[in-house]
């Protein structure tokens, strides 16, 4: 049983996190081919669409979706040049490193 004092400790521990931003990723995540393309960006920086859906064995129109939802959860990035978009994760959110450690387990 928790002390008052550590269940006030653990009431502001669990407020003090952006919980919808770790639900928005981890729903990205849910779907096995969404995986495999966060993990794929994890080993290879700017990769294009065409070679996602290579690596992965998915149509190119099924990757752009998918990379979609990763892109509005905040977990990728991209970069376009010219009519090439590359894609990359989001080295610049701490929750993607910690995602990183999992994803790659």
């Known amino acids: ?10 009431e502001k521990y669990i407020k003090g996190m952006d919980v919808r931003r770790m639900a928005a990723a981890f729903d990205a995540l849910g779907e096995p081919n969404r995986c495999l393309i966060f993990r794929a960006l994890l080993k290879h920086e700017n990769v294009i669409v065409s070679q996602l859906a290579a690596a992965v064995g998915i149509s190119e129109s099924l990757a752009s979706q998918h990379l979609k939802v990763l892109l509005n959860a905040g977990l990728v990035d991209r970069l376009k040049d010219g009519k090439k978009v590359y894609y990359t994760v989001n080295h610049a959110d701490p929750l993607v490193d910690a995602l990183k450690n999992v994803v790659e387990a």
Do not use: G, V, Y
Request: charged share 40%; net charge positive; aromatic share 0%.
């Open 1 to 10: 049983m928790l002390t008052a004092r550590e269940h006030k400790r653990l």
